[in-house]
């Protein structure tokens, strides 16, 4: 069973930067997509960004130009740099990752790490 652990969460204040982490451990297959979502108090979980494994990238529109997903490979980790952060950023953040065995596709997530931005 995959595990995801994140952690860089916190408290900001508007215009300010966090990078999130994640490492997945216990994989026995190879994780293909990781990324990240968030859910605000009220809201359904949205998608932020993803990267597969080959490094193509895919932001939700309000991120761009101000959050950037990377991973490294080697160490089953994804980040999320998170630049120019706005009061509706403020969510609790997910990382997520899938593998695909066969043809079933597993999904993992991780607990999530709160981020708050404040004005």
């Known amino acids: 069973q995959v595990q995801l652990v994140e952690s860089g969460g916190g408290l900001v204040q508007t215009g300010g930067s966090l990078r999130l982490s994640c490492v997945a451990s216990?994989?026995?297959?190879?994780?293909?997509?990781m990324g990240w979502y968030r859910q605000a108090p009220g809201k359904q979980r949205e998608l932020v960004a993803t990267i597969t494994r080959g490094g193509s990238t895919d932001y939700a529109d309000s991120v761009k130009g101000r959050f950037t997903i990377s991973r490294d490979n080697a160490k089953n980790t994804v980040y999320l740099q998170m630049n120019s952060l706005e009061p509706e950023d403020t969510a609790v953040y997910y990382c997520?990752?899938?593998?695909?065995?066969?043809?079933?596709?597993?999904?993992?997530w991780g607990q999530g790490t709160q981020v708050t931005v404040s004005s």
């Open positions: 216990g994989a026995r297959f190879s994780i293909n997509t």
């Open positions: 997520y990752a899938d593998s695909t065995v066969v043809t079933m596709l597993l999904k993992y």
